[in-house]
């Protein structure tokens, strides 16, 4: 595996992979790696010749009060890891090296961020499109890799690729969970050890609203029955619990569209996101 730290020096090696044919997959993340990352690494290892990954703490997504100082970082265990997983190409650069002194252009998010955390992350979405249009344009991928926890994150990176064409594929991969159901995420370490027990019941409201929906419940009366089962059973702050149509983030119109039910919850040092997609594949008439 070979650590990079320098824009340019990844861009001859990548060109040098391409030029003999071979196929990038690239995994961008911010570091700290567990299990869900490696979920990723795994399915870029099998689908393509060349795997790429980034751990870069893109200053530009963190909004003034929130982790970027406490985003955990290990780049010791993250090396290690990757190089186990099987990573080609270990991409690790400062935030001078991405954004000079400070960047002249910025991407714009208009849709899909109006809801979920995109309303009380203002500017967030806008930060994660600006630097993967640089990482995109860095790598060039053919095909790119996201976990389905950040599920509106996978919406707004596919009308990226969308609209500014970008020829790549995009694969959203499933939420990785402890075995009590928890998601995987880096911020886990800093819940307290009453946060991480009591944690197990944010999976737990949205299997139950999953299933009151499977069984014909209406998405309302199903999440008012999810949000009561959370706010009895967690001391944590519920910012949001709620039902869309999945990846257009927009108001459930019809039952039988696909459905994302996405929750965070507000901790004392970290905030927990998760979701599940219900996608409806009944014969629409
Ligand atoms: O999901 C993340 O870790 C980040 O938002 C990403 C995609 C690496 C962009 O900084």
Redesign the pocket.
């Known amino acids: 595996m070979k650590i990079v730290n320098r824009i340019d020096e990844l861009r001859t090696m990548l060109t040098e992979e391409k030029t003999e044919g071979k196929t990038v997959g690239f995994v961008?993340?911010?570091g700290y790696l567990h299990e869900g990352h490696l979920s990723l690494i795994h399915a870029a290892r099998k689908e393509n010749e060349v795997v790429v990954i980034?751990i870069?703490?893109?200053p530009l997504?963190f909004g003034p009060g929130e982790d970027f100082d406490q985003y955990p970082r290990d780049i010791e265990h993250d090396e290690a890891l990757a190089r186990e997983a099987g990573v080609d190409y270990l991409f690790y650069p400062t935030v001078a090296e991405m954004y000079g002194e400070r960047p002249t252009v910025t991407v714009k998010v208009h849709e899909r961020t109006d809801c979920l955390c995109g309303k009380s992350r203002p500017g967030h979405f806008d930060?994660?499109a600006t630097?993967?249009t640089k990482?995109f344009n860095i790598v060039a991928p053919t095909r790119a890799y996201?976990?389905l926890k950040?599920a509106q994150?996978v919406a707004v990176?596919e009308g990226l690729i969308r609209d500014f064409n970008f020829p790549i594929e995009l694969v959203g991969v499933d939420i990785k969970r402890e075995e009590d159901g928890l998601a995987l995420s880096s911020r886990n370490v800093n819940l307290t050890p009453e946060e991480r027990t009591e944690a197990v019941h944010i999976s737990k409201s949205l299997r139950l609203i999953r299933e009151a929906i499977e069984n014909g419940s209406t998405p309302a009366a199903a999440l008012a029955e999810g949000i009561g089962y959370l706010q009895g059973h967690i001391t944590g702050s519920i910012d949001y619990l709620e039902a869309l149509s999945y990846p257009e983030l927009k108001s459930i119109t019809d039952v039988r569209e696909t459905i994302i039910v996405a929750a965070a919850v507000q901790y004392s040092k970290v905030r927990l996101i998760d979701n599940v997609i219900i996608k409806n594949e009944q014969p629409r008439g």
Do not use: A, I, K
């Open positions: 961008p993340t911010m980034s870069f703490v893109n997504q930060g994660v630097v993967l990482l996201f976990g950040d994150q990176v």
